[in-house]
């Protein structure tokens, strides 16, 4: 199974920063099949990016994606109030799909 | 397009779990997607546990391989999830979400999930 690695599990940020999360996978993905999703407490995951770097419907332009091969980012530019959350990346190439564990981006 | 997760919330060690995700607003036949279960044991991250897809075709995760089975139900529109000889460690909130094709199956539409806590 590809394992994700993501990196800081926690992000402390004031609204306004930029925040840069990172996803490290234990072997190639292809780009294609890399996506990160947003949680919230007491929500479902909500997709935010998919293809490595193609917005979802909905998904705010403040959000880019990046990255290939063992090395993907998520970027916000400027963190808004509604971004604090955990977020989470994913290689749906599988099967198996595999998640990372998580980075929870919480307000300094 | 909904998704609704529904079954027992309350499982004995070694029984079978038993949940059913209800689809509406889209057929689960329609051609491009996969009908995926997840789970988030508390406090943990993300687990994907198997899909079926439009065809009837199933994957699931090498971790869960012969404890688990998931079916579609054309006539009700709707995913089922089994997984059997549960114990505690399957205690978690369980998803059904949407892989979409043109997403690269990517999970774009999940439901709002069910606690499911698995008893001695």
């Known amino acids: 199974d590809i394992v994700l690695t993501q990196s800081p599990g926690t992000l402390s940020l004031s609204p306004g920063d930029r925040a840069t999360l990172s996803c490290r996978a234990s072997q190639s993905v292809s780009s294609t099949y890399l996506a990160w999703y947003q949680a919230k407490p007491g929500q479902s995951p909500r997709l935010l990016i998919y293809g490595a770097s193609s917005r979802a419907t909905g998904t705010p332009d403040r959000f880019s994606g990046g990255g290939s091969g063992t090395d993907f980012t998520l970027t916000i530019s400027r963190l808004e109030p509604e971004d604090f959350a955990v977020y989470f990346c994913q290689q749906c190439g599988g099967p198996p799909m595999t998640f990372g564990q998580g980075t929870k981006l919480e307000i300094k | 397009l909904q998704l609704q997760e529904s079954g027992a919330r309350l499982v004995q060690s070694s029984q079978t779990l038993s949940l059913t995700c209800a689809v509406s607003?889209?057929?689960?036949?329609?051609?491009?997607?996969?009908w995926n279960w997840i789970r988030q044991p508390p406090g943990q991250g993300l687990e994907w546990i198997g899909k079926i897809d439009y065809s009837g075709t199933t994957d699931y995760s090498p971790s869960l391989e012969g404890h688990v089975t998931i079916l579609a139900d054309r006539s009700r529109n709707q995913v089922s999830l089994r997984l059997t000889s549960v114990t505690a460690a399957d205690t978690a909130m369980y998803y059904c979400?949407?892989?979409?094709?043109?997403?690269?199956?990517?999970?774009?539409?999940w439901g709002q999930g069910t606690t499911v806590t698995v008893s001695s």
């Open positions: 607003g889209g057929s689960i036949t329609s051609g491009g997607y996969s």
């Open positions: 979400a949407r892989g979409t094709v043109s997403y690269f199956y990517a999970l774009d539409v």
